[in-house]
T-cell receptor
Framework: NAGVTQTPKFQVLKTGQSMTLQCAQDMNHNSMYWYRQDPGMGLRLIYYSASEGTTDKGEVPNGYNVSRLNKREFSLRLESAAPSQTSVYFC????????????????FGPGTRLLVL | GESVGLHLPTLSVQEGDNSIINCAYSNSASDYFIWYKQESGKGPQFIIDIRSNMDKRQGQRVTVLLNKTVKHLSLQIAATQPGDSAVYFCAEFNQGGKLIFGQGTELSVKP
């Protein structure tokens, strides 16, 4: 299994440009997440999808949109990029299980490094 | 609101020594916590977790301690190795199914 994969690995955008970050998982997980990580800070949740067909806002959703294309894929779109969106973006997935320690573990992709000029 | 924070941003230890990384949380209703390790250029990787009905859990060379009275948890790494150098995050799993991350502690291991 490849786990969680993200494309692209790196991207440079000009202010106002748009782009879509792709994420896919092959673990048959129900829930998927998009986070951003800024220097000296932990991960902050942008959007998540508890299951196929549903999406919800996280802590910092402004300036972003998401699409849960199917169970495997969850994309993040920047419609009009701003320098404040320069960050490292991580996608994660998890398979909620009932009972037992470790049931809520999220598995993370390698990240997409985005620079907005 | 919920917040999870770490006491120190950096920690430097000698190879072979034990490391202790601390974390404080604010939501007394939190019942599940996870420690992640993030190496440079990579995504966070699960290390160990603990539920609120436990005060200690051990893994391979790692131990997590939970003190609910003072809302504090710690990660202990025994016989720290150069490969343990990374940023360590504690995370709290809230009732809404979301992870709340702390800021992270960067562990450096000196040979």
């Amino acid at each position: 299994n490849a786990g969680v994969t993200q494309t692209p690995k790196f991207q440079v955008l000009k202010t106002g440009q748009s782009m879509t970050l792709q994420c896919a998982q092959d673990m048959n997980h129900n829930s998927m997440y998009w986070y951003r990580q800024d220097p000296g800070m932990g991960l902050r949740l942008i959007y998540y999808s508890a299951s196929e067909g549903t999406t919800d806002k996280g802590e910092v959703p402004n300036g972003y949109n998401v699409s849960r294309l199917n169970k495997r894929e969850f994309s993040l779109r920047l419609e009009s990029a701003a320098p404040s969106q320069t960050s490292v973006y991580f996608c994660a997935s998890r398979l909620p299980r009932t009972g037992g320690v470790g049931r809520e573990t999220q598995y993370f992709g390698p990240g997409t490094r985005l620079l907005v000029l | 609101g919920e917040s999870v924070g770490l006491h120190l941003p950096t920690l430097s230890v000698q190879e072979g020594d034990n490391s202790i990384i601390n974390c404080a949380y604010s939501n007394s209703a939190s019942d599940y916590f996870i420690w992640y390790k993030q190496e440079s250029g990579k995504g966070p990787q699960f290390i160990i977790d603990i539920r609120s009905n436990m005060d200690k859990r051990q893994g391979q060379r790692v131990t997590v301690l939970l003190n609910k009275t003072v809302k504090h948890l710690s990660l202990q790494i025994a016989a720290t190795q150069p490969g343990d150098s990374a940023v360590y995050f504690c995370a709290e799993f809230n009732q809404g199914g979301k992870l709340i991350f702390g800021q992270g502690t960067e562990l450096s291991v000196k040979p």
